[in-house]
């Protein structure tokens, strides 16, 4: 059985260079979505799943990641004296979040890198990795199935999500095996950004994984793949190939709602997605938008 998990690693060192020149002096991580940044999405999601030890890999120009979950005396003081509480309190809610931690990525060398520099934070125990743009709906819990599926199989977990197959070049794609369970797959082959001809899946890798600690030493011997960077589909390919060594890779079919906030079109998507659902946004918004769809026809 494996270990309980604690720890969870968010990716957080692109340049976001599709959002330029939003992204010029802010971290793509901090754009809002809705009233809140999408960073504050992933983290949130980590500590739903009981993972409140949380490391954020940055790079240059991300100390905004930092000051948001930091505590900001001058804001607080003076929401205290406005007796403003409403808004205090998620002031409040970002700074006492999670214990957070930062490590920097250095050069840009790739997700595998990303990982690899978690390593001494993580030491020898089963961890998740969480991308910074997806987003998954709060209401379709994933990284807890997750969770489970790790402690069961004592292997490494990675989310898949069925795409159109003229997408797949996308993302890293899955040959699976069928388990006992329609939502788990064992995982056989992963290949990287492939083209749909090439795809042996229409199973798109997505941005949760938990991974056993044996990856930090696959990721080290990785040779840069697709794009001349450290790609983590890769090293996780070599562990799916030796199961006996580093307990193989499992998939978990996430069918409900994801955001995908690093893409304009689908950051778009995402924030009216998200807002037409809320109770203080919601009826106003949906007749607005009903009418707003009619005016195109």
């Known amino acids: 059985m494996g270990t309980s998990i604690t720890k969870a690693v968010i990716p957080a060192a692109g340049l976001g260079t599709r959002f330029l020149p939003a992204t010029k002096a802010m971290p793509k991580e901090m754009l809002p ?41 001058e804001l607080e003081a003076i ?39 978690a390593k001494m934070h993580v030491g020898n125990e089963p961890f998740a990795v969480l991308l910074g743009d ?19 199989r004592n292997a ?6 069925e795409v159109d197959p003229a997408q797949i070049h996308l993302y890293g794609a899955a040959a699976v095996e069928a388990t006992d369970d329609p939502d788990v797959v064992r995982v056989t082959g992963l290949v990287e950004k492939p083209d749909a001809a090439d795809a042996p899946s229409n199973l798109a890798i997505i941005g949760r994984y938990v991974l056993r600690p044996e990856v930090f030493g696959v990721l080290e011997h990785t040779q840069p793949g ?14 799916a190939a030796t ?23 689908d950051y778009i998507k995402a924030i009216i997605q998200l807002a037409v ?7 106003d918004l949906r007749p607005w938008l009903q009418d707003f769809v009619a005016t195109l026809d």
């Open 33 to 73: 979505v809705v009233d809140k940044p999408a960073i504050q999405y992933v983290v949130e999601e980590a500590v739903a799943a009981g993972l409140p030890d949380v490391l954020m890999v940055t790079g240059r120009n991300k100390n905004a990641l930092e000051n948001h979950f930091d505590r900001m005396t």
């Open 79 to 117: 929401l205290e004296k406005k007796g403003d509480q409403s808004r205090l309190a998620k002031v409040n809610w970002a700074t006492e979040l999670a214990d957070i931690h930062y490590v920097r990525q250095g050069d840009p060398l790739g997700l595998g890198h990303a990982v690899l520099r």
């Open 134 to 152: 997806d987003i998954i709906d709060s209401r379709d819990p994933l990284l807890t199935k997750m969770l489970t599926e790790q402690g069961k």
């Open 156 to 161: 490494s977990i990675i989310a898949l999500m």
């Open 226 to 239: 697709k794009g001349n960077e450290i790609q983590l589909t890769d090293a996780l390919q070599e562990m």
């Open 243 to 265: 199961p006996d060594a580093t307990g193989g890779v499992y998939g978990v079919i996430f069918r409900g709602r994801r955001y995908d906030t690093g893409d304009r079109l």
């Open 277 to 283: 659902d809320r109770d203080d946004l919601g009826p």
